[in-house]
């Protein structure tokens, strides 16, 4: 979003209010920044360990679990923002 133009501080200039959230697909920052796809964070997790048999052990769940469970972890605690922006200033992480 930086990249872009978007990130907190140039959109809170616009409005001070602004509840921002930012989901990033890296597992971490900086100039190399590695992968956090969902099959990878499944097995990071233990959700691979608690599928599949004892010849098919780990094994990844049929489905994307981690990517649509972050998007409903961060909208949560985006929500709790809202009841305490009246009272703050600047990023509340």
Do not use: W
């Amino acid at each position: 979003m930086k990249r872009l133009g978007l990130d907190y501080p140039v959109l809170a200039k616009i409005n001070p209010r602004l509840v921002y959230c930012a989901i990033s697909a890296s597992a971490r920052p900086g100039p190399t920044p590695s992968a956090a796809y969902d099959q990878i964070i499944q097995g990071l997790s233990g959700v691979m360990a608690i599928n599949g048999d004892e010849r098919l052990n780990p094994l990844r769940a049929g489905f994307r679990c981690a990517t649509p469970s972050a998007a409903s972890r961060r909208l949560c605690h985006a929500r709790r923002a809202f009841p305490s922006r009246a009272h703050r200033r600047g990023p509340v992480h």
